[in-house]
């Protein structure tokens, strides 16, 4: 079956679609003291959990969402100059890499499927390539796009800003896209925010953050790359900050405000965070990722009373020897819960440091693409910080997610007083099926994350879908002691399988694992057979975008691990190594340890939306988001199952919840569609 790709003129339908769902996020808000973790009702078929105005909302996009995206019928917005079909037919140019020589990190997946040649050539269909489509993650109509810029709240609307190339499906000619929503999940495309018309950002228009100030002014710090390739940072800030939608930017006179200082490379400067300030002092600071000569990581700190003028010395807030380029740097306090501060809220970035605050510094590495944070103490006079424990340092400890994810941002919503986390989940599949689809990459957002320091251990942070999106919970089912005997593979009848919330507890048969007296040191997710590596205790949890026979899977698990000395260590990983049967696609295990306190269940959340598959263990202490690009497992293909390859251990999986979830509304804006 091959479904119809839709006409383009669908994505100029909002003067059809009138209605905008105006979720009030207040409503949304999360139940007391449930940091935005509800637990969902136990009965056997679920209701979707909504106010009465909020079932009306849902009516509306069901209606708004049959006519586009409902039974496989997905928009597909086709690269310039015809459709998907069309464009197989062109030649397409391919280059090895990206962005490097431009002076950014790796921007293709060529490196990583072995350069040009490893263009296998498999034989995607236009059915394949349009299922890929996401339903409920933000995509802008058509092309390239990489980091969340300047997330912010403003009158009414969450604002996105984001890395976007106007004119092709690979990275270069990056603009500042931006789109605007009411509630974090359904989202309205405006114009483009800022285009790189001056000198010193003829080179791209790249990263930055927004900070409100007080007295309510809105100012956007960026880097520019310019006519030279040297890295600059800009200010912009709104023409008419008493527009809602902050349509219009306009660049300062004073720009660049800040050129790279001594002993910095010109082409290692960029993406300024969130200004913050201190008690007792007037002046801003502002942080912005580097490295320095020797190959270690830097975050460097400026401080500022206009955003035009800078102390020309800025503190080097830390340093971590061999991580290389950070980039995308963020800086935010957390509440430890035993202070001030409750321990279910965020913190606004600029909360004071003392007791119940720690801080995060969070850096994306450029040599691996991967973004590693870290908790610790920030000393306001000096402008450093020092992390808890050394050993998890930032660059070289613990990560956001072990998946596919980079150059992530954070932000403070003063509406429900929560830090939300968005990030880039770019593509690995081959630049030349992204121009054959015509667009690249998503967002965890819709679907961002709030992000909370887990009161529990102390020692990392909680990462959970932003409550919304339970808001677009539709029918669900649920399955209770469902035992899995070794080697078991138990399929669940959820109906379509491509959108999906899914909430599963496992436990293990203690006695089994006590009896198992070997141990298993030197355990790794990434350098595993996945799950087909039958360990004693493991792997058991789920597979998603499965189809019938199996032939492609994902497969979301446990493993557990004994050490010489008898102790257990529980393992979170993901396997896409039978994702697909395509060919020219990067293909990985991935994961980590997560904390398991005595008396907990193994629990998993899984996000499904066609080719992302979202996880989230025990609560949100490791995280791991896959692109997967099934041929087989798609539309009414598409299964989910229970499985336990573990050779000696029982499990129960005592609870799985599954909903479908409905799509969200992302068109363009029109004024009538206020
Ligand atoms: C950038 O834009 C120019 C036209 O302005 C175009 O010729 C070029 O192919 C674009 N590059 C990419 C990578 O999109
Ligand atoms: C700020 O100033 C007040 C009054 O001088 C003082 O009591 C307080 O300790 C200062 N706070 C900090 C963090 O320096
Ligand atoms: C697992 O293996 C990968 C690839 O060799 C390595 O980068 C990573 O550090 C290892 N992880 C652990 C926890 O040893
Ligand atoms: C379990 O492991 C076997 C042997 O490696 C493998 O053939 C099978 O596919 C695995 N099961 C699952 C669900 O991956
Ligand atoms: C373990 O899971 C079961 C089933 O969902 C639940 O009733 C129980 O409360 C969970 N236990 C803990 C400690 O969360």
Request: hydrophobic residues 40%; contains cysteine; charged residues 20%.
């Amino acid at each position: 079956m091959i479904p119809p790709v839709a006409d383009p003129a669908m994505l100029e339908g909002a003067a059809r679609s009138p209605l905008l769902p105006a979720t009030d996020p207040r409503r949304a808000a999360a139940p007391a003291g449930g940091a935005g973790q509800r637990r969902p009702s136990s009965s056997t078929v679920l209701p979707a959990v909504v106010s009465a105005v909020l079932l009306l909302v849902l009516a509306v996009v069901t209606i708004l969402a049959s006519q586009h995206v409902d039974n496989g019928q997905r928009v597909v917005m086709p690269p310039a100059g015809g459709d998907v079909a069309a464009a197989a037919g062109r030649v397409v140019e391919v280059a090895a890499t990206r962005g490097v020589a431009e002076g950014v990190s790796e921007k293709s997946t060529a490196p990583l499927l072995g350069g040009a040649g490893a263009l296998r050539d498999y034989s995607w269909t236009n059915a394949m390539l349009a299922w890929q489509r996401t339903a409920f993650h933000f995509q802008p109509p058509k092309n390239w796009m990489n980091d969340p810029n300047g997330p912010l709240y403003h009158k009414g609307w969450y604002h996105l800003f984001y890395q976007w190339n106007p004119h092709s499906a690979v990275w270069g000619n990056i603009t500042w896209g931006h789109a605007v929503s009411r509630d974090l999940v359904h989202w309205l495309h405006l114009p483009l925010a800022m285009v790189p018309d001056h000198w010193y950002d003829a080179n791209g228009v790249w990263s930055g953050s927004a900070t409100r100030l007080p007295d309510g002014r809105i100012v956007m710090l960026y880097t520019g790359s310019t006519a030279d390739s040297v890295q600059v940072q800009n200010l912009a800030e709104p023409a008419d900050p008493s527009d809602p939608l902050l349509r219009e930017w306009v660049k300062s006179d004073a720009n660049p405000v800040l050129v790279p200082p001594p002993g910095i490379g010109l082409k290692d400067f960029r993406d300024p965070t969130t200004a913050w300030r201190v008690p007792n002092d007037t002046a801003w600071r502002v942080a912005i990722g580097s490295k320095d000569r020797s190959h270690a990581g830097l975050a460097l700190v400026y401080r500022t009373e206009d955003f035009v003028r800078y102390d020309p010395d800025p503190a080097l807030m830390h340093v971590v020897p061999g991580t290389g380029m950070w980039e995308c740097v963020d800086f935010y306090p957390v509440a430890t819960g035993s202070g001030g501060a409750g321990e279910n809220s965020g913190l606004e970035t600029s909360a004071p440091p003392g007791p119940g605050v720690k801080h995060v510094v969070k850096a994306s590495l450029d040599d691996d693409k991967h973004d590693y944070y870290a908790i610790g103490t920030y000393d306001a006079a000096a402008d450093t910080w020092t992390p808890d424990d050394t050993v998890n340092d930032v660059g070289i400890g613990l990560r956001y997610d072990y998946g596919k994810f980079y150059a992530s941002k954070t932000f403070y919503d003063p509406v429900l007083r929560r830090r939300v986390l968005w990030g880039w989940v770019g593509e690995t599949d081959s630049e030349r099926a992204d121009i054959l689809k015509g667009w690249a990459s998503l967002q965890i957002g819709s679907i961002p994350r709030t992000v909370l320091l887990d009161t529990k251990t102390g020692s990392n942070l909680l990462q959970w879908p932003v409550v919304e999106v339970e808001n677009l919970r539709m029918s669900g089912k649920s399955f209770g002691g469902v035992a899995l005997g070794h080697g078991s593979v138990v399929p669940l009848d959820v109906g379509k399988a491509t959108q999906l919330d899914i909430e599963a507890e496992f436990e293990v048969d203690a006695a089994a694992v006590e009896a198992v007296t070997e141990a298993e040191v030197g355990f790794n997710c990434s350098t595993s057979a996945g799950a087909a590596g039958r360990g004693m205790l493991g792997p058991f949890g789920l597979l998603v975008l499965a189809d019938e026979d199996r032939s492609e899977q994902t497969a979301v698990y446990f493993y557990l691990v004994k050490g010489t000395d008898g102790s257990l260590k529980t393992f979170f990983c993901q396997d896409e190594l039978r994702g697909s049967k395509a060919n020219d696609l990067v293909k990985r295990v991935y994961g980590s340890v997560v904390p398991v306190l005595n008396g907990e269940n193994l629990s998993v959340r899984i996000l499904v939306d066609h080719s992302i598959v979202e996880s989230f263990a025990q609560g949100g202490r490791t995280c791991i988001t896959s692109r997967v690009y099934p041929t087989r497992a798609i539309y009414d293909s598409a299964r989910v199952f229970l499985f336990n390859n573990a050779t000696n251990v029982h499990v129960t999986a005592k609870s799985v919840k599954i909903w479908q979830l409905n799509s969200a509304y992302i068109r363009p804006y029109s004024a009538s569609s206020l």
